[in-house]
């Protein structure tokens, strides 16, 4: 699947979908750092993709990058907000306290 993906990009079909299909696929095959630069990719297509913010701060978490991970929580709450995208901005809420409770 991750090479069918890697295959389509540059093509017609390269935009925010196949790379946040890019970077789902590569975070549940344990490859967080490779989806995180996926899931940028992704958001430089378009910046008001809730679900791609969503999974790039759960991709950065599990790199170890908690400051980014808490960056990309709090943008995509913002986003999330101002797109009515109450369901994802509710759930990166809760990401974020964990994280924050957690400290570190």
């Given at each position: 699947?991750?090479?069918?993906?890697?295959?389509?990009i540059g093509g017609p079909r390269d935009g925010?979908?196949?790379?946040?299909?890019?970077?789902?696929?590569?975070?549940?095959?344990?490859?967080?750092?490779?989806?995180?630069?996926?899931?940028?990719?992704?958001?430089?297509?378009?910046?008001?993709?809730?679900?791609?913010?969503?999974?790039?701060?759960?991709?950065?978490?599990?790199?170890?990058?908690?400051?980014?991970?808490?960056?990309?929580?709090?943008?995509?709450?913002?986003?999330?907000?101002?797109?009515?995208?109450?369901?994802?901005?509710?759930?990166?809420?809760?990401?974020?306290?964990?994280?924050?409770k957690r400290g570190g």
């Open positions: 699947m991750i090479e069918t993906l890697r295959a389509q925010a979908l196949l790379r946040y299909s890019l970077g789902n696929a590569l975070l549940a095959a344990g490859d967080a750092a490779a989806a995180a630069e996926a899931l940028r990719a992704a958001l430089a297509f378009d910046p008001r993709y809730s679900a791609a913010w969503k999974l790039l701060g759960r991709a950065l978490e599990q790199t170890g990058d908690r400051p980014g991970a808490i960056a990309a929580w709090r943008e995509g709450i913002v986003v999330a907000e101002a797109r009515g995208d109450v369901q994802a901005g509710k759930e990166m809420a809760v990401f974020l306290r964990r994280l924050e």
